[in-house]
């Protein structure tokens, strides 16, 4: 009961003084709102990332080439011509790689596309017919190109939804012919949209015989054979992952003559991409919470400062309530709890805040955020150690005050 009184006595001394309380409380109050925003918006971004790479494929392994180094410098992965289609072809014998369920070598690059008079510069991919399984890719008109397309190099050609969009604004796509680098191609199938700021929605895909020869041109990998820039492999079973992984690695190693030497190309799992990005969005997100946590260190000196006024203001009524019997433990206590008060009613406020700014953000379109409950415990926990913890010394102060010098202050 006496907790009580003393909080229905903090709330009375508070609302006293309405706008100091207020503007006091505005610190706790952004700095609340600003780690709930911040991490519901971090969460999001993983949220997102994670969405969009579990989407690019089902049991997804990705090969990349070596990288190209000169003078010293390496260029990064994927810079060296060292994936061959006969390495593609390899992986997809099940007696090489029996884990491995299907494979589709690409070849990728930017190229200009013209409809009538609209144009735009957009990624071109030249693959074979299982790499709308392996990437999971639907037809939401028409039809991926089959085997019969890439043995007669057709000039067939099928649109990303965003793609098909930009260049025929909602006319029917199938049929219709478009220039890629001036050569005409006929529109076979428009994709589902995949959505999440992919680059499935924005790329053009035609057989990969029709890539090198009318657009791409054949590049001789190093050691010889067709080159490509990237294999991608759907194992048989999320379980059976590291077992293609292994698979594919011991069999480009004894393909590219590989005994002592670092490995000239890298095999890398769906799940561990996942892991990496979402790592990496993991920190950043408590580091953007961190930098908001800063404005709440800020609110909870801006409580120690009205509460040391505070002090100032009542040391007559100190001195009254010690003559009359209050011990220096109540009052310590009635000033941690009018210094909590004040941080929780801010981080309530504050929570209000950040969900509302975290609602705007979803409303954009720009980022699906998630206000999760640990982002809001976290919120309310911290405001709370704030205002106990910039609580204690005024709280002290007061509680050391003399009786008879607090009654004769003026």
Do not use: W
Not at 210 to 232: N, P
Not at 278 to 286: D, E, R
Not at 330 to 343: G, H, K, N, R, W
Not at 369 to 389: I, K, P, R
Request: hydrophobic share 50%.
């Amino acid at each position: 009961m006496n907790i009580l009184e003393s909080v229905r006595l903090a709330i009375r001394g508070l609302s006293a003084n309405k706008l100091r309380s207020a503007l006091t409380m505005l610190g706790i109050i952004i700095g609340v709102g600003a780690v709930v925003a911040l991490l519901s918006i971090g969460q999001g971004a993983q949220a997102a990332i994670t969405q969009q790479i579990q989407g690019i494929g089902s049991n997804l392994i990705f090969v990349f080439p070596g990288a190209l180094t000169q003078g010293g410098m390496s260029f990064g992965a994927g810079s060296s011509a060292t994936l061959t289609m006969e390495d593609a072809a390899a992986i997809a014998n099940p007696l090489n790689c029996p884990d491995v369920y299907a494979v589709a070598p690409q070849q990728q690059r930017n190229a200009q596309i013209i409809y009538r008079s609209r144009n735009t510069n957009a990624s071109v991919v030249g693959t074979v017919p299982q790499f709308s399984f392996v990437r999971t890719l639907e037809a939401a008109d028409g039809r991926f190109f089959d085997e019969q397309d890439l043995n007669s190099s057709a000039r067939v050609a099928v649109l990303g939804a965003q793609l098909a969009m930009d260049l025929f604004e909602g006319e029917d796509a199938i049929g219709q012919t478009i220039r890629i680098n001036r050569v005409p191609f006929r529109v076979i199938g428009t994709l589902v949209e995949q959505g999440g700021g992919g680059p499935t929605d924005t790329s053009l895909y035609v057989p990969m015989t029709t890539a090198k020869s009318r657009l791409f041109g054949s590049t001789v990998a190093r050691g010889g054979g067709t080159s490509v820039q990237l294999i991608s492999v759907s194992a048989i079973s999320e379980g059976r992952i590291d077992a293609a992984v292994q698979q594919i690695t011991e069999l480009l190693r004894q393909r590219h003559k590989i005994e002592y030497d670092d490995d000239d190309f890298s095999v890398t799992g769906q799940k561990d991409i996942l892991g990496v990005l979402n790592q990496v969005t993991s920190i950043l997100t408590l580091f953007l919470g961190a930098i908001a946590a800063i404005s709440l260190l800020v609110g909870g000196i801006g409580i120690m400062n009205i509460m040391l006024v505070s002090v100032t203001e009542r040391t007559r009524e100190i001195g009254i309530r010690k003559a009359v019997g209050a011990k220096r433990r109540d009052i310590m206590v009635q000033f941690l709890i009018e210094a909590m008060v004040l941080s929780i009613l801010g981080g309530v406020v504050g929570i209000a805040f950040g969900a509302g700014v975290a609602a705007l953000v979803t409303a954009t379109g720009v980022l699906n955020t998630q206000v999760s409950l640990q982002a809001v415990a976290l919120a309310v926990t911290f405001s709370m150690a704030v205002g106990l913890f910039f609580g204690i010394y005024p709280a002290t102060r007061a509680a050391s005050l003399n009786p008879i010098q607090a009654l004769r202050y003026e």
